[in-house]
């Protein structure tokens, strides 16, 4: 079977590739992973938590007292989280991996960025 196939078809095609490639790579990238954080005895849990750029990280107080997730670099912080308040920050690069509680300088954590 011999088709024949026009210009215009044959542009479509050109240009369907040409925009598919950029959208491929794009989806095989890191699509951002979600993280759950508990504040909980004036611990946070995990202790450590392996992250990468555009990973969403969610801290929630389960403390009666109030407590924040805080770069120690001062570089993000969710604010005061009262009791069950949740507060999320997305991970970037340069981003703090070492964090606090601003209340109790006790309390740390820390974030291993990778490379992703």
């Known amino acids: 079977m011999n088709r024949k196939i026009d210009k215009r078809t044959l542009l479509k095609g050109a240009v369907a590739a040409f925009v ?6 794009r989806a095989a990238s890191h699509a951002g992973k979600e993280h759950m954080v508990n504040i909980v005895g004036f611990a946070f849990d995990p202790p450590a938590l392996d992250v990468q750029v555009g990973d969403t990280i969610t801290w929630t107080n389960k403390d009666s ?11 993000w ?40």
Do not use: I, W
């Open 20 to 25: 598919a490639v950029p959208f491929g790579v």
């Open 65 to 75: 007292a109030p407590h924040t997730a805080s770069a120690d670099d001062g570089s």
């Open 77 to 116: 912080a969710t604010g005061t989280l009262r009791k069950n308040e949740s507060a999320s920050v997305v991970v970037t690069n340069g981003m703090s991996g070492d964090y606090h509680c601003k209340f109790h300088p006790s309390m740390t954590a820390q974030l291993m960025l990778g490379m992703g």
